[in-house]
């Protein structure tokens, strides 16, 4: 209970690295597509936490709203991600990244 | 006033009677092929008799009209627009005489005597022969193509008969060349029919050629190819007698008229044109066409008139075709072939009243020819209809009571043509004999004895026709025999009107000498009268059309001639009756019998056609058809293959070789350098830019990364 009072700004900001950190290893090294949108997802996850910890350190309510922005830009950006991959697997049988190549030279 | 104009309305629109024709002939060019025989036969016998119901109309109101004191006895004249040439004015070309005339030919019509009878004789036959047509041709392949064709002739014919000018009546002439073609050839699978329709198609260009530089010359001289234009220029006094480029021009537009109207010596191909169907040989080959030249030369006549040596040559070949023709015909066993050298023969006839400066009698000659002898056509066909198909009278025989309307209405015709009192061909035929027989105070005498042989003979081979057909053993096969069938009453109704008319179109020139008036001479006066005045100015009064009046009281040498002529038809009659009467299988020929040689000339015709041959082709000759003067011979041939096919060829490689450098022009130097060079050069530059995309998004991403976390630590520890 007295640690919890004491859970300051820089551990939520230590947990949003932490977070931050999975996601971006998550999107840069997994081939599964469906993984990277979810290793997104973290990477924003991390971003709303930010945001949330310092709108509590300075008491506006400006960083809460913005977070409620990003995850609905979330969802969308979830649901057109999705779709691509379903047109990307109907043509390609396959959801791995690394066969997305086609616009290169 | 609104009367009047009421009543000019056929007059005014008299360019409907050919076109109508025409309406229909366009119609089976473009949708004949899907149009059912009825259809087929609505329109195009549609469009004829209308076409004659507004001939009748037309001619009807214009002897009404001509009869007005303001234009006594002038030819009607209606102009649709300038066809050739400019109506301005400033096109001209230069004269004999130095001045200029404008070059303007008219598209034009010119209705007056002459003209009436012509419209009213091919529009009235016309449509007889369309009727008999839809029953003769009712099991034919290709039926719209052939009332197409029928169609299309008509409305040429009418051309050439109603045009205003020499220019759009060469326009008709050619037309109905090229129907005559079409329809000779209108079973052009078969190689006798094309060849024969090359041939008369040749012939003709060589009358044509003769027209066209005559009608160059009247041109040059006169100024003006119009009819009125001419005639009054002709009859200005401005030219003498015997004018020798008058001479020239006139006799110039007789090789039209020999080359048209199958006269010695471009005949030859009148005999062969008997390949097309019957009704064609009727129509187009016996009772119109044909005739064309005698209209030309009829409507010249103010020209030929100033020109008394064209009128003697006009005269001879008249004659000598007459009689020419008429021998061939004596041993003929095609029963089509016995018509067609008959029909050359009566065209002499006629040529010969022309020359003889009868042109009346000529014209009227025309007229009763083309009932009796459409008749005899028409019933041929009804023959071969019956027949089978057989038109060798060799197998023919006893008929009479099995086609008896075909019968009777054939020996009516026979009747007629052979001269017998009273019917159509007497009053004609004697009509010619007799102004033969006074005209230049009797220096036409041998033409009138050549006439007169011609008479006998004709009469010899048209009973013999009827004798070996209609009379005699039965010749032919049993199964052609059980076949034998009277025609359809679309093809007997026709005949019986064409009998009807070879029996009454006589009594229209009853001569003056057997208590008629002639009127038919009486209606021509303002087309032909002048020529006598003409004369009568120059101080010959006796000369040619007067000297038939001047010797009209000498009666009894006319009754006798005409005792003569009727005479000379009985002893025809009397002879073949004879000869042929009880012909069985295997009858012989008398003239075979008593001079063999003579009989074997006659039936190869003279050998004309080989002499042509001989002389033009280099003996060609293809199935029974001789080509004539088809190809004029090895030179002709080797310069078709050699220069003009060789300028074709070289043209040809011409053009494949510019061809080649411009498509070498084209791959290596538009596409090449002006086209695929800059995007050569670019792909170049951009080759270094194109490393950094190899395509693999996570090395993508991690470039990004590394540059943000790159970014950051510069701005934090700067």
Request: charged share 15%; net charge neutral; proline share 3%.
């Amino acid at each position: 209970m007295d640690a919890m009072l004491h859970i300051s700004t820089s551990h939520y900001l230590v947990l949003g690295a932490a977070l931050f950190l999975l996601g971006v290893i998550g999107v840069l090294t997994r081939r599964n597509v469906v993984i990277v949108l979810m290793s997104i997802e973290l990477i924003l996850n991390a971003v709303n936490l930010n945001l949330v910890a310092f709108s509590r350190l300075w008491g506006g309510l400006h960083g809460q709203v913005f977070s409620i922005f990003v995850i609905t830009d979330a969802a969308a950006e979830a649901a057109v991600g999705l779709g691509i991959l379903i047109a990307f697997f109907r043509n390609k049988e396959t959801i791995n990244v690394d066969e997305v190549n086609l616009l290169k030279w | 006033m609104m009367s009047v104009e009421y009543r000019m309305l056929f007059l005014e629109h008299i360019w409907l009677i050919p076109l109508l024709p025409a309406f229909g002939a366009t119609l089976m060019f473009f949708f004949g092929r899907k149009l059912q025989k009825a259809t087929v036969s609505a329109v195009c016998v549609g469009t004829i008799m209308l076409a004659f119901l507004l001939a009748c109309g037309a001619v009807l109101q214009y002897t009404a009209w001509s009869s007005q004191p303001s234009h006594f006895h002038r030819p009607y004249q209606t102009v649709l627009y300038t066809w050739l040439g400019s109506d301005t004015g400033n096109l001209t070309y230069r004269l004999h005489d130095g001045s200029t005339a404008p070059f303007q030919a008219d598209a034009g019509f010119l209705l007056d005597p002459l003209s009436s009878i012509w419209l009213l004789f091919v529009t009235g036959v016309g449509m007889l022969i369309h009727i008999y047509s839809m029953g003769y041709m009712a099991h034919e392949g290709g039926y719209y193509r052939f009332f197409g064709y029928l169609n299309l002739f008509m409305f040429s014919m009418l051309t050439l008969i109603l045009a205003n000018n020499y220019v759009l009546m060469f326009v008709g002439w050619e037309g109905v060349g090229l129907c005559s073609y079409l329809l000779i050839g209108f079973y052009f699978h078969r190689k006798s029919a094309s060849d024969a329709a090359n041939k008369a198609f040749i012939v003709n260009r060589i009358g044509d050629a003769g027209f066209l530089l005559g009608m160059f010359f009247i041109a040059w001289y006169f100024g003006s190819l119009r009819y009125t234009d001419v005639t009054r220029l002709a009859h200005g006094g401005h030219f003498a007698i015997g004018d020798p480029i008058i001479t020239a021009a006139t006799l110039l537009l007789f090789v039209g008229a020999c080359g048209k109207s199958a006269q010695l010596p471009l005949y030859i191909w009148l005999p062969d044109a008997m390949e097309g169907p019957t009704p064609v040989s009727a129509l187009i080959h016996a009772a119109t066409m044909v005739t064309a030249g005698v209209y030309m030369v009829a409507r010249s006549n103010a020209l030929f008139v100033l020109a008394p040596k064209s009128m003697l040559v006009v005269a001879i070949v008249g004659a000598l075709t007459a009689i020419f023709a008429a021998s061939i015909g004596l041993v003929q066993n095609d029963i089509k072939r016995v018509l067609a050298y008959s029909t050359v023969s009566q065209l002499g006839y006629m040529f010969l009243a022309l020359g003889v400066g009868a042109f009346a009698a000529g014209v009227f000659h025309v007229f009763t020819h083309a009932f009796f002898k459409a008749l005899l056509f028409l019933g041929a066909g009804s023959v071969i209809h019956a027949m089978s198909g057989e038109q060798d009278m060799r197998n023919m025989g006893d008929l009479r009571k099995r086609i008896p309307v075909t019968y009777w209405t054939m020996l009516i015709a026979t009747l007629a043509i052979t001269g017998i009192p009273p019917f159509a061909g007497f009053v004609s035929k004697d009509e010619i004999l007799w102004q033969t027989w006074t005209s230049e105070h009797g220096a036409y005498r041998v033409l009138w004895f050549v006439g007169y042989a011609t008479a006998l003979m004709t009469a010899f081979y048209m009973f013999r026709l009827v004798y070996l057909t209609f009379r005699g053993r039965p010749r032919m096969s049993h199964e052609v025999e059980h076949h034998i069938h009277e025609s359809p009453t679309s093809m007997t109704a026709p005949l019986v009107v064409l009998a009807i008319c070879s029996l009454f179109a006589g009594w229209l020139g009853w001569p003056h000498s057997l208590g008629g008036s002639d009127r038919f001479a009486q209606f021509l006066e303002p087309v032909f009268a002048r020529e006598a005045q003409v004369f009568t100015e120059e101080g010959k009064a006796a000369q040619l059309a007067a000297g038939a009046k001047e010797e009209e009281h000498t009666s009894p040498t006319e009754y006798l001639l005409m005792f003569l002529s009727v005479a000379a038809a009985g002893v025809g009659f009397y002879m073949a009756g004879r000869a042929y009467g009880k012909a069985a299988k295997g009858y012989t020929e008398p003239i075979a019998v008593a001079a063999p040689p003579v009989y074997n000339t006659l039936l190869n015709k003279y050998y004309v056609d080989e002499g042509y041959d001989y002389a033009f082709t280099g003996r060609r000759k293809s199935g029974d058809v001789r080509l004539g003067v088809l190809g004029a011979g090895e030179a002709s041939s080797w310069l078709d293959t050699n220069v003009i096919d060789g300028a074709v060829n070289g043209a040809g490689r011409i053009t494949r070789l510019t061809a080649t450098l411009s498509s070498w022009w084209d791959k290596w130097i538009i596409d090449g350098i002006g086209v695929n060079g800059p995007a050569i050069f670019a792909r170049m530059l951009s080759y270094p830019a194109r490393l950094f995309a190899w395509g693999l998004v996570q090395w993508y991403a991690l470039v990004m990364t590394a540059g943000l976390v790159g970014f950051v630590f510069y701005y934090v520890y700067r």
